[in-house]
């Protein structure tokens, strides 16, 4: 059975920063806050509590001597004015790449244009994005897009981890609804570099596994779009969750994992793949 691992599988670099950011604000300060969890995958969680960070729901349960570690996925404008006016020490673990989609909506906003979202209700991260415009709307579906009225000028920016096949499909349904469209491509290169492996290892592969928590938004459509092409599609979040039986006559499997998921992860699926068929041959 012959493996090929996606090159770019897991973390991706603002993830990768967030969490080597909150283990050494832990090993420097000792407990270090976060207001939810840092990434979509519990094993890091659990990892980083180990370690010393210690996820609570609200900035007046963090003492005033201690920092707070602002997530990967960005945090609401209300929240920064929050910590900042109790004197929180705040560490910014916020991926650069979210922060370009702030820095793009408060543009537009200037432009006077209704603000549109393409992303997840409720993400920390459309959340986030959410704040720096007002009266935003948010459309996770091509049927959602069709629902809306007709304007006059709308601005366009989307989560930084959606499909690119969800976007040009609701672009194309908002440009018969909008008169005057901006749109900004803000799904991150990371992520874009992860499809397109995907798409290639589903269609080229017997078995496709994607490694990642069922809490990820980026993991649960990553898998989406591999058993758009391949049905012989597995999501796991760890090697133990995977059955030999899914690999009965499978000569090639591939494997990918969402943007949350550590390399030791991933490197545990590997390892089980290769005892379930011991003459593997391995592409990295």
């Not at 770019?8 to 300060?29: H, I, K, M, S, W």
């Not at 790449?97 to 543009?107: A, F, M, R, S, T």
């Amino acid at each position: 059975m012959k493996i090929t691992i996606a090159r770019d599988a897991g973390y991706c670099f603002g993830v990768r920063d967030a969490v080597n950011l909150a283990y050494e604000t832990a090993e420097e300060r000792g407990d270090v806050y976060m207001l939810g969890d840092i990434v979509h995958n519990e094993r890091v969680v659990e990892d980083l509590a180990e370690a010393g960070t210690k996820v609570v729901e609200s900035l007046d349960d963090i003492p005033n001597d201690r920092p707070v570690l602002f997530r990967a996925h960005g945090t609401a404008e209300g929240v920064w004015e929050t910590a900042q006016g109790k004197g929180l020490d705040i560490v910014d673990a916020t991926c650069p790449l979210v922060q370009e989609i702030h820095d793009e909506v408060e543009k537009i906003s200037k432009d006077g244009r209704q603000i549109i979202i393409i992303g997840d209700h409720g993400h920390d991260e459309v959340l986030g994005i959410m704040s720096h415009a007002e009266n935003p709307i948010v459309v996770a579906t091509p049927d959602e897009a069709q629902d809306l009225r007709k304007m006059k000028r709308a601005g366009v920016v989307s989560q930084s981890t959606q499909t690119i096949e969800n976007v040009q499909a609701i672009i194309n349904i908002l440009m018969t609804k909008v008169f005057d469209l901006h749109f900004i491509n803000t799904i991150c290169f990371p992520t874009k570099r992860n499809q397109e492996q995907i798409k290639e290892l589903a269609s080229d592969s017997d078995v496709m596994i994607i490694i990642g928590s069922f809490t990820s938004a980026n993991s649960k459509r990553l898998t989406e779009l591999a058993l758009g092409i391949n049905p012989n599609t597995y999501q796991v979040t760890c090697a133990d969750e995977i059955e030999p039986s899914w690999f009965n006559k499978a000569e090639k499997v591939g494997v990918s994992a969402g943007a949350s998921t550590p390399d030791y992860l991933i490197e545990e699926v590997h390892e089980k793949l290769k005892s379930i068929s011991p003459l593997t041959e391995e592409v990295l």
